[in-house]
C-alpha cells in the first residue's frame, strides 16, 4: 500500500493499493524516504508507475 501525504501532514490522503513487498529494493527505499512531487499530473505519472 503507498500512501499520498500532502505536504507536512502526517495522515494520508488517501492510499493506493500496490504490493510493495513486490517492487524493487531500490523503489522500496525511495518510497519509505518519500517521493516529492508537485502537482497532479506528476503525482499520477508516478502512481501509475507503482502501479504497473
Same mark, same amino acid.
Given at each position: 500500500?503507498?500512501? #499520498?501525504?500532502? =505536504?507536512?501532514?502526517?495522515? *494520508? ?6 504490493? #510493495?513487498?513486490?517492487? *524493487? =529494493? ?11 512531487? $508537485?502537482? +497532479?499530473? +506528476?503525482?499520477? $505519472? #508516478?502512481? =501509475?508507475?507503482?502501479? $504497473?
Amino acid at each position: 500500500m503507498i500512501g #499520498v501525504f500532502a =505536504e507536512n501532514e502526517d495522515e *494520508p490522503l488517501y492510499t493506493v493499493d500496490v504490493a #510493495v513487498e513486490l517492487l *524493487p =529494493e531500490a523503489d522500496r527505499k525511495m518510497l519509505a524516504a518519500g517521493i516529492t512531487v $508537485s502537482g +497532479r499530473e +506528476r503525482l499520477n $505519472s #508516478v502512481l =501509475e508507475d507503482y502501479e $504497473s
